[in-house]
Nanobody
Framework: VQLVESGGGVVQTGGSLRLSCAAS????????MGWFRQAPGKEREFVAA????????WYADSVKGRFTISRDNAKTTVYLQMNSLKPEDTAVYYC?????????????????WGQGTQVTVSS
């Protein structure tokens, strides 16, 4: 599975961005998907995850109520809608896939990663 993120950029505090992660392969609909982020000098952290059908999602407390993860299996794409952005959301955002039906909030459970897309929130 190859993953390609897009949609990052520079936005002011309170603004919105939507990240996309396009996946190759015919088995996308059987993969759990996640978004992680890594700020300079910090470890990679969990942001959000979604199960194979999109019926179940999970969020880090820091983004709950502001971010929404979704997927379109017909388009083999997962999205991260980010609203009410804060400077502390600044990071490189990575899409990840695991070949099981269910999600995980641990980066160790994901086998495939995208190259990342930069999100910068200015104050």
């Amino acid at each position: 599975v190859q993953l390609v993120e897009s949609g990052g950029g520079v936005v002011q505090t309170g603004g919105s961005l939507r990240l996309s992660c396009a996946a190759s392969g015919r088995t996308f609909s059987s993969y759990g998907m996640g978004w992680f982020r890594q700020a300079p000098g910090k470890e990679r952290e969990f942001v959000a995850a979604i199960n194979w059908s999109g019926s179940s999602t999970w969020y880090a407390d820091s983004v709950k109520g502001r971010f929404t993860i979704s997927r379109d299996n017909a388009k083999t794409t997962v999205y991260l809608q980010m609203n009410s952005l804060k400077p502390e959301d600044t990071a490189v955002y990575y899409c990840a896939a695991r070949p099981t039906l269910y999600y995980s909030d641990s980066s160790y459970d994901y086998d495939y990663w995208g190259q990342g897309t930069q999100v910068t929130v200015s104050s």
